[in-house]
């Protein structure tokens, strides 16, 4: 996933309240932080502060400002594909409860 894609799914699972833009850099900075590789948290916080600040200019950006100072949420009420995508996210967490199914265990046994 791209940082892009990572903030939007962050802001998603927000909902309506939104997330501060600390908030959002720091999900954004565990979601690509591993055992091996450590992202740059400036960096990360600077890309998501510009990425933020360029998609809610308008009323119908894709984000739009809340009432609190540097709080920003999806913009749910004015485009219609964000409400689609909202839907997308919804189903793929609500799916993940897929039945599995146990697998017969076909090796050959050495003792019969």
Avoid at 65 to 82: E, K, S, W
């Amino acid at each position: 996933m791209t940082y892009d894609q990572q903030i939007l799914k962050v802001l998603t699972e927000a909902g309506d309240k939104g997330l501060s833009m600390k908030a959002i850099s720091m999900h954004v900075f565990n979601m690509n932080n591993t055992f091996f590789v450590s992202p740059d948290f400036e960096e990360i916080r600077t890309y998501v502060k510009q990425y933020l600040l360029r998609n809610a200019k308008s009323r119908q950006s894709l984000i739009e400002r809340t009432g609190q100072r540097g709080c920003y949420r999806l913009n749910t009420q004015g485009v219609a594909y964000v409400q689609q995508f909202a839907l997308q996210f919804r189903e793929k967490t609500e799916g993940d409860e897929e039945e599995v199914k146990p697998q017969q265990d076909l090796s050959l046994s050495l003792f019969d």
